[in-house]
């Protein structure tokens, strides 16, 4: 038995609004049981549907865009328990397995690299288009979580338990840290941005200098952290805080 196409758009949509309804005791639980509720009302009728429901009202908690992988392959395991080829069970067990790596993995990459550095595109272009920078965040952000949560969710039900080997092959640490550079380079063309329309070369210089300075000799706290304290240096000497001190 398998879940119609539509009922597969129905489930994806709604799990972008698979935080609505975060509780403090089951946590994304409730959001998730409904996201599901599409494909268990074609697969299931009478008590099985209100147990598949229940299944799906346990403790739930994962990074949401990934989530959309673990709901996706909960999907293709419901459509074997409906037809016997599994244990009812193994749904439960599959949730629990993926949800605290893949919140891991989704942290890394969403929260803490391709969000910061969409920011700082957007900032970057701020000198030109005003308020307007805004939609670039939007645009960059949106055009990678979108597809990267489409993806997801179609290859969680294609492969269903292989979604592991399938997410391990996209290389997402390796995009990581790739984004973080990214990010890293951006803040310091920010930085030197700020202090050469203040008219202030000599500030980028020592901005510049503090980027090697630190990369070179404190290995320890390596390229993006020494950018990333440059670009506080910049914005501070470009925007005059310095010379206000002292005033």
Not at 33 to 39: F, G, M, Y
Not at 199 to 215: E, F, N
Request: proline share 4%.
């Amino acid at each position: 038995m398998k879940v119609s196409r539509l009922a597969l758009a129905r489930v994806f949509f709604r799990s972008l609004f698979l935080q609505a309804a975060w509780n403090p005791r089951g946590m994304q639980n409730v959001g998730f049981a409904d996201a599901i509720s599409p494909a268990l009302d074609e697969l299931y009728q009478g008590p099985a549907r209100a147990a598949a429901s229940t299944r799906h009202l346990e403790f739930f908690n994962c990074h949401p865009y990934f989530a959309a992988a673990i709901l996706g392959g909960a999907v293709r395991l419901e459509e074997r328990v409906a037809t016997g080829e599994a244990a009812m069970d193994s749904v439960s067990a599959f949730k629990r397995a993926l949800g605290p790596p893949f919140a891991a993995l989704g942290d890394g990459f969403f929260w803490l690299a391709l969000r910061p550095a969409a920011a700082l595109a957007a900032a970057l272009t701020a000198p030109l288009l005003g308020p307007g920078c805004v939609l670039v965040f939007l645009g960059l952000y949106n055009s990678v979580h979108l597809a990267a949560r489409l993806w997801l969710f179609s290859t969680g039900y294609q492969r269903g338990e292989g979604i592991v080997d399938s997410v391990g092959r996209a290389h997402l640490a390796s995009g990581t840290g790739l984004l973080k550079v990214c990010g890293a380079v951006l803040a310091g063309a920010i930085a030197a941005r700020t202090a050469l329309f203040a008219g202030a070369p000599l500030q980028m210089l020592l901005t510049g200098s503090t980027i090697v300075v630190a990369a070179v000799f404190l290995p320890r706290l390596k390229t993006i952290w020494a950018v990333y304290i440059a670009l506080g240096l910049g914005l501070a000497l470009g925007g005059g805080v310095f010379q206000l001190a002292q005033a």
